[in-house]
Each structure stands twice: as C-alpha cells, then as structure tokens.
C-alpha cells in the first residue's frame, strides 16, 4: 500500500493504553497533493480522551519510579525503530503532509533526534544542595516528574513536534496524552505502533484522533488530572488554550506564531545570505513557525541579492512531495492555498511589485508558485501577518536602527536571522533582536541540542536541548531539620 514496506505502521484507531481503539465513526486522511483519500480513521472525541489519561493517570506511578536508565533504554529502542523505519515513515508523512520525501526523511531523522537526546539527558535530571542559615538543617532539592502531560500537535511537523515534546516527557518521568492535527494523524499512530515495538509500557504515550478538535482540546485543557499542558500552532488557538489551563491551574508550554525578519546587511557574504533565505523561507513550502516572513535588505546591496535570490527561487521546483527532485509540495489545505493568494493580491494593491510568482500553481489545487514581492514596505498587511506560504517580501532598509525597530515591531518573537561579518555589528543586532532563536550568518538553526521557543506573543518554555526537561520537572526543596 504506498509503497510502505511495513504496512503495519499505517494504524487507523486511536492508541490508548497500549491498545488501538476503534470509535463509533471515522473521518478521511486526504494527500494534499492529489487529494486523494489515503485512508479512513476512527474519530475519536471526549470520551476517548478521557480514557487517555485515565491510561496515563494510571501508568504514572510504575512510569516516574523507573530508574532513569531502565527509561532511557526504552526511548532508545524507540528511536533505534524510527531510525530502521525513516524512509516508511517518511513516505506516510509526505502522503499525509504534502512535504518532499527528502524533508519528510530529514524530519524523522529530526524528530528522532529528540528522543536520543532525551534518553541521555534523563539520566542527568540532578538536584541540589544548599548551604543552609541554620547549622542543624540541611537544605536540598530534589526535581520530579510533574505528571501527565497533554500536547496539541501541528500538521506541519506530524512527527517532530510529536517526539520533541514526547521525548522529554517520557524521560522527566511523565506520561503523555497527544492529539495530533486531524490531516496528519497518521504519522503519530506509526511512531505509537514503534512505542509499543520499543517496549514503552501500556499507557506511557498515548495518542487521540480526531475531527473534533474542540472536544479533545476541551479534555486536555481542563482534566484535573492532567499536570502539564503543552501546544504546538497558532497564537490565536494557543491564548484560548491558555486560557482553559487556567481553570485547573496547569503548567504550560506554548510554541506558537513567528514573524521572522531575516536581514542582509551591507556587509554580508551574498551568496551565503541567498542560501540561508532560501532554506529557511521555503522549508516545508513556507510553512513553519521559524520560517523567514520579512527579508530586509541593505539599500546598497539590494540589488545584487534580489538578482541573485530570485535566480536561486526559480530554480525551486514544486511538484507532488513523492517525485524525485520536488523541493516545494502542496500546501496542507485550498484555504491555506486562498489565504496566500489574498495576501499576495493584497501587497500588490498596497504597492509592492511581484518579482517572480504570484498564482495558484498549475500542480493542482493546493499548490502555490513560489513568489517574491519587492518594495514591499513596513505598513504593509503582509509585514505583519504570517505568511504559512512559499512567498518573499523584500523590505530595503538605510541603518541598522531602522531595521532593528522595523524587526521588533511585531507581537511574536520566535526566530530571527541576519547576516553580517562585522563582529561589532553582530553582537549588538544579536541582543538587540527580540526573539527567542537567532540565527547569525545561518538559515537553518534548529537541532535537539538546541532551546526552541520564542517571547512575547510567539510563547513560553523551551524545546530540546538541556534546558527542554524543565517543564516536564517540579523542583522540590526538602528541609531536613533536627541534624545535630
Ligand atoms: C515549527 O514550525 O514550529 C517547527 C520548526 C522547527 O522545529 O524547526
């Protein structure tokens, strides 16, 4: 089927407490490329999320008492599977998701990353000690898991954003109730069906599918016995989840919206700003929360790297994600596609001039050209929504003041980039830039071993690196008195 060599990762039913559940009806998994129907799946709602974490409320208690490396080990046999099975579950991705099997390999390979990383950094979850005021106490503190965990997962990274959150759950201890997007469920139920393979006990990692969004948010916002809610997606669905945690005082974690200002300074290397911009503006066909949204460019250099940026972008080639040679699929809806066109449209009537692009691709009808507006300007609506789509909007801009204040003059602060090999300037433009990720002289800047999260509007909490096991942990001080 698909070309999946190991047909059993494709599951269909919800995987709860270590069993796939079947539900009263079933909704389509669609290839955005085609539209074709891929498959049918079980459509779970409230009760079978409830059922989730009542599994996940149970499987805590032997999960978090584990020795860290008997867990470890666990997650290490997991990743080991997603490694053997990258090209399957690639393809499954790219079936369900749009992007090309080349980024659909790379994100299993990114995704497994987390859970290598994890399974190691569970072994140095250390606490402390504290010199005391007082000569008969002694003061410590010791970190624990801090429960179940819920999560609300994108469909541009099916699997990644998955195991980024997953991974360090599992390995602070804690059990894990996921809702992925309901065009991509598919990827998650496979890395369930590699859980289960990797001897990840019943009710540990638990996944709910369903169309039904608001029920399933609605269980994992408000459970009181859910500890730690975490989101993945827009802002405006991350407040209103927020907002629900509040009711049963839930810790949170937020990786939401960006506006990324990538800038090319006077003095930068061209060629390797036209490379980062690509990368980082047409990964997954624009649509990321770290992708590039504003490219400023130094008035004096305007020239030469918009001649040679819109020579890379048509050399781009859009196609369905499985042919070779595809850089740049689908977009994952025709909404999505009616969306991109709009702004497009929009920035025209608002002055900016298309470079390249501008039209509904003949691939079908999810498809986008890749599209570059120059003279686009500040005030401009473009500037200030997230695109989601395979569009440039070039900015021109006289000093390093004016693009710094044009930059922050956002609410998000996911990622940023520029370029520049003035170490003075990249120190100063690197605090002044008020983003959570910044990416100096590169496009590309994410990686396990590195904290991804962003300020103000774009979020709170950290993912990956060493800093990505805090939310899953409670500090506790122990006082120990009475010590003559
Ligand atoms: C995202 O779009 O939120 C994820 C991108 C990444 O992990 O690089």
């Known amino acids: 089927m698909h070309n999946i060599k190991d047909t059993t990762l494709m ?19 669609l290839n955005p490329a085609t539209g074709e129907l891929i498959v049918q799946v079980s459509d779970a709602g409230a009760d079978e999320a409830t059922l989730a974490v009542q599994a996940a409320k149970s499987a805590f208690k032997s999960w978090s008492a584990k020795p860290a490396h008997e867990r470890a080990n666990l997650l290490r046999n997991w990743f080991n599977l997603m490694m053997t099975h990258q090209e399957d579950l690639a393809r499954i991705l790219t079936l369900e998701q749009g992007k090309s099997l080349a980024e659909a390999k790379g994100e299993i390979a990114y995704g497994a990353s987390f859970i290598e990383w994890f399974a190691e950094e569970s072994k140095r979850v250390y606490g402390d000690t504290i010199p005391s005021l007082s000569a008969n106490q002694k003061v410590i503190v010791i970190k624990q898991a801090i429960g179940v965990v819920a999560a609300i997962t994108p469909w541009n990274f099916p699997n990644a954003m998955i195991a980024r959150k997953a991974a360090a759950a599992l390995a602070a201890g804690c059990t894990f109730v996921v809702r992925p997007a309901a065009q991509t469920p598919l990827s998650a139920l496979a890395m369930a069906e590699l859980a289960q393979r990797a001897g990840i006990p019943a009710g540990v990692f638990n996944v709910v599918v369903g169309e039904k969004a608001s029920e ?15 989101f993945t997606g827009s802002t405006a669905v991350g407040k209103m989840l927020i907002k629900q945690c509040a009711s049963t005082v839930k810790k949170v974690s937020m990786e939401l919206g960006g506006n990324a200002p990538f800038i090319v300074f006077n003095d930068a290397d061209i060629d390797e700003a036209v490379k980062g911009a690509i990368n980082s503006k047409y990964r997954n066909a624009g649509q990321t929360c770290v992708c590039t949204n504003r490219i400023f460019v130094q008035k004096d250099v305007l020239t030469v790297f918009t001649e040679k940026f819109t020579a890379a972008v048509a050399k781009l080639t859009v196609g369905n994600g499985l042919n070779d040679h595809t850089d740049i699929g689908p977009l994952i809806t025709s909404d999505a596609v009616d969306g991109v066109a709009k702004l497009v449209d929009e920035s025209i009537s608002q002055g900016a001039v298309l470079a390249m692009g501008g039209k509904r691709h003949q691939a079908g009808s999810h498809f986008y050209q890749p599209t570059i507006l120059t003279q686009v300007t500040h005030d401009m609506t473009i500037a200030h929504s997230e695109i989601f789509g395979p569009v440039s909007t070039i900015i021109a801009f006289e000093d390093e003041a004016d693009v710094i204040a044009m ?7 996911l990622a940023a980039y520029f370029y520049s090999r003035d170490i003075g300037r990249v120190w100063r433009v690197a605090q002044a830039l008020e983003y959570g990720m910044v990416g100096i002289n590169e496009g590309l800047i994410s990686n396990a071993a590195a ?9 709170n909490g950290r993912e990956g690196s060493k800093y990505g096991l805090d939310d899953y942990l409670e500090i506790k001080y122990l006082c120990m008195g009475g010590i003559e």
């Open 11 to 29: 599951n269909t039913c919800s995987y709860i407490n270590g069993n796939w559940h079947k539900s009263d009806s079933s909704f389509k998994v």
């Open 216 to 230: 399933i948010g609605q269980v994992l916002t408000t459970h009181p016995d859910i500890a730690k809610f975490t």
């Open 407 to 413: 930059a922050n003059d956002t609410e998000y602060g």
């Open 451 to 459: 904290p991804f999260g962003g300020v103000k509007q774009s979020g």
